[in-house]
């Protein structure tokens, strides 16, 4: 299993589309961080199962929101 590392920007984003979602119904917000987290784990355990954008980054979509991470693998 690989080790992830995010980017300090990687939590401002997070932290925009967490209050966005918590606006819209009480205890999105709370959903959307468990479908990153869930995504986490699976870019983490196989990180070339998903698709290549550029050079070495890959982007894994969410499966419940339409967001998008962006990585590479060191």
């Not at 299993?1 to 119904?25: C, G, H, N």
């Not at 479908?35 to 979509?61: D, G, N």
């Amino acid at each position: 299993m690989y080790s992830l590392v995010f980017k300090p920007e990687v939590y401002d984003d997070i932290k925009t589309a967490y209050d966005w979602y918590e606006e819209q119904r009480i205890g999105l917000g709370e959903d959307f961080l468990l479908t990153l987290e869930a995504s986490y784990v699976q870019i983490s355990r196989m990180p070339e199962a998903y698709q290549p954008i550029y050079k070495t980054v890959r982007r894994k979509l969410t499966s419940r929101f339409p967001y998008g991470i962006f990585y590479h693998k060191r």
